[in-house]
């Protein structure tokens, strides 16, 4: 069975980075694209950063230049480090990935950025 792991998420104060990891266990085939979404207090799920086999990221508007997305093929991991931090940044993150067809999510990791 398919499953995706983050971690990385916690309290953090403006200004500060984290960085958040995302596994994909219980398969032998690598995932094509991966990305990560946020969802804040009383808001829609939304993109924050993608990225494809090759490697090629895309962000969101919100996130270009603090954000950065990464992957590391053979452990089927990505990853987002997040730096400047802004309250603003305050969310659960998932971790999305598309694998043989199907779109498989975590359980998500929270995110605050507080003083």
């Known amino acids: 069975q398919v499953q995706l792991v983050e971690s990385g998420g916690g309290l953090v104060q403006p200004g500060g980075s984290l960085r958040l990891s995302c596994a994909v266990s219980?398969?032998?085939?690598?995932?094509?694209?991966m990305a990560w979404y946020r969802q804040g207090p009383g808001k829609e799920r939304d993109l924050v950063a993608s990225?494809?086999?090759?490697?090629?990221?895309t962000y969101a508007d919100s996130v270009k230049g603090r954000f950065t997305i990464s992957r590391v093929n053979a452990r089927n991991t990505v990853y987002l480090q997040m730096n400047s931090l802004k309250p603003e940044d305050t969310a659960v993150y998932y971790c999305?990935?598309?694998?043989?067809?199907?779109?498989?999510w975590g359980q998500g990791t929270q995110v605050t950025v507080s003083s």
């Open positions: 990225i494809n086999l090759l490697g090629t990221p």
């Open positions: 219980g398969t032998v085939f690598v995932a094509d694209t």
């Open positions: 999305r990935s598309y694998l043989r067809g199907q779109f498989y």
